[in-house]
């Protein structure tokens, strides 16, 4: 308890009465009238956006200090839970839909490879992040495939000033370590920002037994360069590139390194104030390895590549009213150890869409969009639509939407043929279906003065959502479609906020999912979570803080387990426990330029009494801090 009395006197001792309170409402009131592109694809301000979304802004990433974004997203978002698969990979379950069903961007662009079924998480890097834009429900309609539970859109920093250096460092148990650097110039033509960040973390022994009973020590480097040059006032060029590496201390003989190469050239042409043209190329190729320390041997054994082009073109009517018209088309190549003697595959993927935004009064907006997708392997076509409603009614917004969503099966899931450990093989199936989706929520927001409300309820009916199950014939696991299934709930959010600096925001998910007796899938999706938030902000001349407490909570679950690798009928209930997690978190302003930030998470000390792929890996209360210098506001 030391380290908290610690916190506080230091906040106690800077306060005085000349202190002045961060303009929190006016903060709020600029956040409404961000503009967002994820639930629509142009541009629209978030507080007059039919498709309800939450925006996490860089001032919320800084305060939070979250070390990866599955921290930042359970902290601030419920119903989104992390947890480990095989080999301590990291899924992701989201209100019932995993993480092939949740589409992440980075810049509005799609993410080579995957680790069972979920991008690598890793590669996710949140320094240098300008803002992260959350849509639920189904969004096919806008971006394909994989968007059949939602999309998580994280959106880099452009450079705002002449020039700018940030570097900062964060030091945390277990020897973990994060350095970051970022540097940006904004001159005539020229805007560019380069940003280099690497991450190191031992390997961590847990305290009790459990599905496993430590977790693996992981490196990363992560970089990525932006660079937009706008030739005069109807052209601007935007081109990009990354690179990133992990290495995962699995075994001492072997390590796992995962590696990946990203580019994309877009330009946007505007013809008149009404029309305007956008051409874009990305390229992403994802790749796994086995390096062998004794003779150092680094064994490439699965390797992703995506090429995708895109055209877009924007006609806006009159002030109100846009019509969006593009297509796609995307080449993608898998080599996999998990096909037969590391076979590769390739597919082609073509696309059509449109989409109307309108203001059809001054109190009614509507977004209506319809897609086609192609799939050559698959030989799948998909038809989606959307239609979305935003009514303003005095201080109350009403929404009220409708969306499809698909995924097509992929090409592991179409040609898989894997021994897995000597215990079982898995097999592909070529002629799977596409899962579909059918959407429907209604909101209502309301805003007044100090306080926010909204309320949401959804209802998901999905169809033929593709998993393994048990192949007597065969003697093994094969990709299968199941039956329907439904995912239905309730989102609410409740936030104040008060001139003295004090803000709350209280987030709560409720979700029901149905299944089917005797369908190979069993749900283990929490059916009540909860996030909170309240944090005092203050500021001086010369020094500032924001100290904020958090924390979330997960309801505990009874679900049914499989006992037996040979049938998916043998099954057994098993309760995973309700748990909390609270964080402490003291952000500094010291002087110009400079952010001290120190944080005890894990406040209350939660280790779980067995450790399964559910539960948290905490070993107990945990200290961190760190230091974020602007150079260039120091010079200044």
């Keep these: 308890m030391k380290t908290y009395y610690l916190m506080l006197l230091m906040v106690g001792g800077f306060i005085s009465a000349n202190a002045d309170p961060i303009d929190k409402m006016t903060r709020d009131t600029v956040l409404l009238q961000t503009v967002v592109v994820t639930g629509t694809r142009t541009p629209k301000i978030l507080g007059n956006s039919p498709i309800s979304t939450r925006v996490i802004t860089a001032d919320e990433i800084k305060k939070i200090d979250a070390t990866h974004i599955g921290e930042l997203l359970q902290q601030e978002i419920p119903g989104i839970e992390f947890s480990y698969s095989m080999n301590q990979q990291v899924s992701l379950n989201m209100q019932g839909f995993g993480g092939s069903s949740v589409l992440f961007l980075q810049d509005g662009e799609r993410m080579a490879g995957e680790t069972l079924d979920n991008v690598d998480y890793y590669r996710l890097n949140l320094d240098n992040v300008e803002r992260i834009e959350i849509v639920k429900g189904a969004a096919s309609s806008l971006y394909g495939s994989n968007a059949v539970g939602g999309v998580i859109n994280i959106i880099s920093k452009k450079s705002s000033k002449a020039w700018s250096a940030n570097a900062n460092v964060r030091f945390g148990a277990y020897g973990e370590q994060r350095y970051g650097v970022s540097a940006g110039i904004n001159s005539g033509h020229i805007n560019n920002m380069a940003n280099v960040q690497h991450t190191d973390v031992d390997e961590i022994k847990l305290k009790h037994s459990g599905d496993y009973s430590k977790i693996f020590a992981n490196r990363t480097w992560n970089f990525k360069d932006r660079l937009i040059y706008t030739y005069n006032d109807k052209l601007n060029l935007t081109a ?97 150890y998990q096909f037969t003697d590391n076979g590769n595959k390739t597919q082609y993927t073509y696309d059509a869409f449109a989409q109307i935004d309108a203001q059809l009064t001054s109190k009614l907006d509507v977004i209506a969009g319809l897609r086609y997708d192609y799939y050559s392997k698959a030989k799948s076509n998909r038809l989606s639509t959307k239609l979305g409603l935003m009514y303003k009614l005095g201080l109350v917004n009403l929404r009220m939407a409708y969306s499809g969503g698909f995924r097509a099966p992929t090409l592991k899931e179409m040609y898989m043929n894997f021994n897995m450990a000597n215990i079982f093989m898995i097999y592909g199936n070529e002629k799977l279906k596409s899962e579909t989706s059918d959407n429907f929520s209604l909101s209502a927001d309301y805003r007044r003065q100090n306080y926010d409300f909204e309320l949401t309820g959804f209802y998901n009916l999905v169809s033929n959502r593709i998993t393994t199950a048990w192949n007597q014939s065969l003697k093994g696991m094969k990709y299968i479609n199941m039956a329907d299934m439904k995912v239905a709930g309730i989102n609410a959010n409740v936030s104040a906020r008060y001139a003295c600096g004090l803000r709350a925001r209280m987030s709560y998910a409720y979700t029901y999912e149905h299944i089917k007796s005797g369908e190979p899938l069993v749900s283990a999706t929490r059916p009540h979570t909860a996030t909170m938030r309240i944090e005092y902000d203050r500021k001086w001349k010369n020094y500032g803080f924001c100290l904020s407490l958090s924390g979330r909570y997960l309801s505990r679950v009874t679900a049914d387990e499989y006992t037996s690798y040979t049938s998916y009928e043998t099954t057994e209930k098993k309760t995973y426990t309700d748990y909390s997690i609270w964080k402490l978190s003291l952000l500094q302003r010291v002087c110009h330029g400079i952010d001290v930030t120190m944080a005890v998470d894990n406040l209350f000390n939660y280790v779980p009494g067995y450790y399964y792929n559910n539960s948290p890996t905490t070993r107990g209360t945990v200290f961190s801090a760190g230091v974020s210098i602007d150079i260039d506001e120091l010079i200044r």
Excluded: P, W
Aim: net charge neutral; charged share 30%; proline share 0%.
């Design 240 to 336: 990009r590139a990354g690179y990133f590496f992990r290495e995962c201390d699995m075994l001492a003989e072997a390590k796992n390194r995962y590696r990946d190469f990203c580019g994309g050239l877009k330009g946007n042409y505007t013809f008149t104030r009404k029309d305007n043209l956008e051409l874009a190329y990305a390229f992403d190729q994802y790749d796994k390895s086995d390096y062998v320390v004794k003779n150092h041997n680094d064994i490439r054994d699965y390797s992703n590549v995506q090429h995708s082009a895109r055209v877009l073109f924007n006609h806006t009517f009159d002030k109100d009213k846009t019509l969006s018209v593009g297509g796609d088309v995307m080449r993608d190549y898998l080599m996999s």
